[in-house]
């Protein structure tokens, strides 16, 4: 590709196979775009979307990557959000998961940022839409954040909103 866009076009295409040839194009993106923010956000957002059956694995490890930060909003919109809202396939796994993995993020999220795990906590807002398993795993989640000892208020509201019955 001759610039961001094609290539981004490129990778989120490539971004669904399971193979090293998409690994490898995954990489060479990063090293390419590594100094752009916004960029980079893009990169976490292709790779939370995939359809892979190890996609929450993926999420997991580059929620440690130097490259993200609980810190930043967009860093957290892009690779968090964008699992929660983005993939739904991925993100209702029958073994509530990625419920557990959102909810342990959104905890540690409201220590920092109680808005930004209020927002994020939207991932759970449908929760009773949904069919067993899913449902009582979503709720679960949901008592667990509001069980929470340091709960702030931003949160607190959010999560008592969506659990009142």
């Given at each position: 590709?001759?610039?961001m866009?094609?290539s981004?076009?490129?990778?989120?295409?490539?971004?669904?196979?399971?193979?090293?040839?998409?690994?490898?194009?995954?990489?060479?993106?990063?090293?390419?775009?590594?100094?752009?923010?916004?960029?980079?956000?893009?990169?976490?957002?292709v790779?939370?979307?995939?359809?892979?059956?190890?996609?929450?694995?993926?999420?997991?490890?580059l929620?440690?990557?130097?490259?993200?930060?609980?810190?930043?909003?967009?860093?957290?919109?892009?690779?968090?959000?964008?699992?929660?809202?983005?993939?739904?396939?991925?993100?209702?796994?029958?073994?509530?998961a990625?419920?557990?993995?959102?909810?342990?993020?959104?905890?540690?999220?409201?220590?920092?940022?109680?808005?930004?795990?209020?927002?994020?906590?939207?991932?759970?807002?449908?929760?009773?839409?949904?069919?067993?398993?899913?449902?009582?795993?979503?709720?679960a989640?949901?008592?667990?954040?509001?069980?929470?000892?340091?709960?702030?208020?931003?949160?607190?509201?959010?999560?008592?909103?969506?659990?009142?019955?």
């Amino acid at each position: 590709a001759r610039n961001m866009t094609d290539s981004l076009a490129a990778l989120s295409t490539l971004a669904q196979r399971e193979d090293a040839e998409a690994e490898q194009c995954l990489e060479v993106f990063y090293t390419r775009w590594q100094a752009a923010p916004l960029v980079t956000d893009k990169w976490f957002a292709v790779q939370a979307t995939s359809r892979h059956a190890d996609t929450l694995a993926r999420v997991h490890a580059l929620s440690t990557h130097p490259a993200f930060s609980l810190k930043n909003p967009n860093k957290v919109y892009a690779l968090l959000r964008s699992f929660g809202q983005g993939n739904p396939a991925r993100f209702h796994g029958m073994d509530g998961a990625s419920y557990h993995f959102m909810s342990e993020q959104i905890a540690q999220l409201d220590d920092l940022n109680p808005q930004v795990a209020a927002r994020l906590a939207g991932v759970f807002n449908d929760w009773r839409r949904y069919a067993e398993p899913y449902r009582s795993a979503m709720r679960a989640a949901l008592l667990t954040l509001r069980n929470k000892p340091s709960l702030s208020r931003d949160l607190g509201e959010i999560v008592n909103k969506y659990l009142v019955e």
